[in-house]
């Protein structure tokens, strides 16, 4: 049995996304979650920067005692996941590999990838998938908007839906629509009509928590099945709406949200 938390980190309220799908899956779990409220947006800054801030959140975490490390982010798995592996000594699952391996097994090979800018000009995705998948077809589109408007709260409104119609409109004749950053499953209903019933939506979140509950039963991590699961949560900056979205999204009236000393 192991009771340490298990720690999840974003630039914002994006990666609670990937939290709450972990949750469903363990609620027995501890969770540490991290936004790095202070230096979003990660899409927008250079691998370099990135590779920085990873190391920092990370550090953070193993603070807290955390057992495994859960980079909930589409910027920061796709320019610093690697290099952060090769730096710490501790289980750490971005958001690419499990999603990858769910198109595998499920012979997809018409895909589509929406994500920040910073990660489809690294091409992580692209990469990983050619490396998996035979043959396969890929689209990939940036839309710097839509995580800032997810932090905003902006979600649902004529100008979300605009947004999202601008940057899907041209991704034709695909099975599957990636969302690659984890701020996009806010926008799911509205992406939803864009891209039609017959495109299955991946929302990431659903993949990792997967592997995250594979990975620690597996390795013997698991907390007492009986524990009621606590989640403590904190941002590098206060100053934000990051309360307001998170609610919405974990559907509790209670958030409790404190500011990381760094
Ligand atoms: N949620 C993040 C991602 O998955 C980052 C969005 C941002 O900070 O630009 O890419």
């Known amino acids: 049995m192991d009771k340490r938390p298990i720690g999840v980190f974003d630039s914002g309220v994006g990666g609670v996304t990937v939290l709450k799908e972990i949750q469903k899956l363990i609620p027995n779990e501890n969770y540490i ?74 012979n997809i090979r018409k895909i589509g990838i929406i994500a920040t800018a910073g990660t489809i000009r690294s091409k992580g ?14 689209q990939s ?48 209903d509205s992406i939803k009509k864009e891209v039609g019933k017959n495109v299955d939506i991946i929302n990431t979140g659903k993949m990792v928590a997967k592997e995250v509950k594979d990975y620690i039963n597996i390795n013997n991590l698991q907390n007492d099945k009986r524990n009621k699961g606590i989640t403590k949560i904190f941002l590098t900056d206060i100053e934000c709406n990051f309360i307001n979205v998170a609610k919405k999204l974990m559907q509790i009236e209670d958030i409790s949200i404190k500011k990381l000393n760094n």
Not at 125 to 138: F, H, L, P, R, T
Not at 141 to 155: D, F, H, N
């Open 33 to 106: 979650y991290i936004g790095d409220t202070a230096s979003f947006p990660y899409g927008s800054k250079s691998q370099k920067t990135i590779i920085k801030l990873c190391k920092k959140r990370i550090e953070d975490l193993i603070n807290n005692n955390v057992k495994l490390i859960v980079i909930a982010c589409g910027t920061a798995t796709s320019q610093a996941l690697e290099e952060m592996q090769k730096i710490f000594n501790i289980p750490i699952i971005g958001i690419i590999e499990p999603t990858v391996k769910y198109l595998k097994d499920n």
């Open 141 to 188: 589109k940036a839309c710097p908007l839509l995580a800032p408007m997810a932090e905003e709260g902006w979600i649902n409104n004529d100008i979300a839906k605009l947004a999202v119609h601008e940057y899907v409109k041209d991704i034709k004749n695909i099975e599957a629509l990636i969302l690659g950053c984890t701020h996009y499953p806010l926008f799911i």
């Open 125 to 138: 995705w692209e990469k990983k998938i050619k490396q998996n998948i035979k043959e396969s077809d890929v």
